[in-house]
């Protein structure tokens, strides 16, 4: 498992940049865009001014801004010059943002137009300098040579290149398998979010299975979209570090993607492969498709099997056209699908599959083509990862997932009580996920550990499973199950476009959902039956990667 050899990291970068040098690279959505022999320009010029700073191999240097080419750039910047880089997601608050600064000892910081008005500079006094991403400007500076620098810059770039800068002039660090690459922050719901520590070869395991078993199947010079967070692992790997090490034309939404933006996108991308969180597809599906398909005469249609086929043919090109047309398939990822869309796209043999992984494994541990997706699993376990379920019984009786390999973090930095939680003695890395696993290898997640409530007698109760039948039902756009006492109760925010387009009351939402509750409590055995479903007025307060933050609610 272990004994896989890892080539450097940034001879793939390199790579890349040269194989691809007069081609498109990066586009910021309806603005300008970087060629691969841009992208290596800019990354030398940071080069030059990081030296200036007096930035050393391995120090730390942090990136907060909303997804961008500048973004893309200032990272691998800071790896080919061999620094630590700490993404910072941007949805953190500014106290956030000066806590991970200051707990990374990052020595430079580069924040995007809409970050830059919630950091405070003297609330991180460790920094060298702060850098605007939208042009690379300083915002503030503490180093006379690092300021000298940015003045002189273009003068400083062509005295090192006299002669232009050419793709033999492309020659950066070197990185070792082992060797610390990236600190990454996970969502932290509760109290302070640790820093995941994670080695070249964790970024090199992930962008190598996906080039095995992604890039095989989508044409040499393919477009992507990015839509998810670049600072989350799950949007770096497969939408960053992935489609760029493989030469293709990386599209940034650098606009909050509400789920028009992403529709339009989508159109005029027309990505070639989808790589979504579960709201994403399941917004669309509900909102630009149902609304299609549901009229009585195709719903009599579907039921006759002489032209079912040809119906089901033409709502998939429909769901196909609303995700560009292009794809070879949807990924999904960051959490489960509602049962109901994934049965519904099985239905129409539409190519989805969802993925499985943690930050703590850069992400992946799981995945399937949409050819082997089996409903209601994540994938197999990747070849550089032994995956395991802790149970007597792994096929029957879940247990958490546990796994070792070639992606899996070296630890929590300046952690080390919450390093030996989460890597045991042998080497095996605890998910806190519950599982199940076929013969055959599919994953069946069933919930978090620290969600698990236990029912009156003792019984498991999984909040996840009860939610998703929920989500389905008249009204509901999302839901949370609570204990309260020995019973169980749902919180539900309705859907309220619906509301206001049927112009129901507040009276008429609560009759609908108590019949919600009846008909859910009839396919859910005793101990797990929902005592009431109290409505709330605004949507639940998510993290980063678009899950509840469950502490708040309880």
Not at 222 to 249: K, R
Not at 264 to 274: L, R, S
Not at 396 to 411: A, D, F, P, R, S
Request: net charge negative; glycine share 6%.
């Amino acid at each position: 498992m272990n004994d896989i050899h890892v080539p450097s990291f940034n001879g793939y970068i390199e790579k890349a940049i040269k194989e691809n040098w007069l081609l498109d690279a990066l586009t910021d959505y309806k603005g300008a865009t970087l060629q691969y022999h841009d992208v290596a320009r800019k990354i030398e010029k940071l080069h030059i001014m990081m030296q200036a700073a007096g930035i050393q191999k391995g120090d730390r240097i942090a990136i907060c801004g909303r997804n961008s080419a500048h973004w893309a750039v200032a990272f691998l910047a800071t790896l080919t010059y061999g620094a630590v880089v700490v993404p910072i997601l941007h949805e953190f608050n500014g106290e956030q943002i000066h806590n991970i600064v200051n707990h990374s000892e990052s020595r430079l910081l580069f924040v995007g137009d809409y970050v830059v008005g919630l950091i405070k500079a003297e609330e991180m006094p460790q920094l060298e300098g702060i850098f605007n991403l939208p042009d690379f400007s300083l915002h503030t500076s503490r180093n006379e040579k690092l300021s000298d620098a940015r003045e002189r810059l273009n003068e400083l770039f062509g005295k090192k290149y006299p002669n232009a800068f050419r793709m033999n002039n492309v020659k950066w660090h070197v990185d070792q398998p082992e060797e610390l690459c990236m600190i990454n922050y996970t969502s932290g719901t509760t109290g302070f979010s640790k820093g995941v520590m994670l080695p070249y070869r964790a970024i090199w395991g992930n962008v190598d299975f996906c080039q095995k078993n992604l890039a095989i199947h989508m044409p040499k010079f393919s477009n992507t979209l990015s839509i998810l967070p670049m600072a989350h692992m799950y949007g770096m790997a497969i939408e960053f570090l992935f489609p760029f090490c493989s030469g293709y034309h990386l599209h940034f939404l650098t606009r909050l993607p509400s789920p028009a933006v992403i529709a339009e996108a989508f159109q005029q991308v027309k990505p070639d492969v989808v790589v979504a969180v579960p709201l994403i597809i399941e917004k669309i599906i509900r909102k630009r498709v149902f609304p299609k398909i549901q009229s009585n005469a195709i719903k009599l249609m579907l039921q006759m099997p002489v032209v079912s086929k040809k119906v089901k043919e033409r709502i998939r090109q429909e769901v196909y056209a609303a995700f560009g047309g292009r794809a070879y398939e949807v990924i999904v990822g960051g959490a489960p699908l509602n049962q109901e869309i994934e049965q519904f796209l099985q239905d129409i043999d539409f190519p989805l599959t969802v993925g499985y992984g943690t930050t703590e494994c850069a992400p992946l541990i799981s995945y399937s083509d949409y050819h082997d997706f089996v409903p209601g699993s994540c994938g197999t376990p990747l070849p550089c990862m032994d995956v395991r379920i802790a149970s007597p019984d792994p096929h029957h009786v879940e247990g958490e997932i546990i796994t070792k390999g070639t992606n899996v973090m070296l630890g929590y930095y300046k952690n080390p009580e919450a390093t030996s939680q989460a890597i045991d003695h042998d080497g095996w890395y605890h998910t806190g996920d519950l599982a199940t696993m076929s013969a055959d290898g599919h994953i069946f997640i069933r919930g978090r550990i620290k969600n698990m409530l236990l029912g009156a007698s003792g019984q498991n109760v999984y909040p996840e499973e009860i939610e998703d039948k929920l989500n389905s039902m008249a009204m509901v756009s999302e839901s949370l199950i609570v204990q309260r006492g020995d019973k169980l109760v749902a919180l539900v925010y309705p859907d309220m476009d619906e509301a206001h387009t049927m112009g129901f009351t507040p009276k008429d939402l609560e009759s609908i959902m108590e019949q919600n509750r009846q008909e859910l409590n009839a396919t859910l055995p005793v101990y797990s039956k929902i005592q009431s479903i109290q409505l709330q007025d605004e949507e639940f307060q998510k993290t980063p990667k678009k899950s509840i933050k469950r502490y708040l609610y309880q």
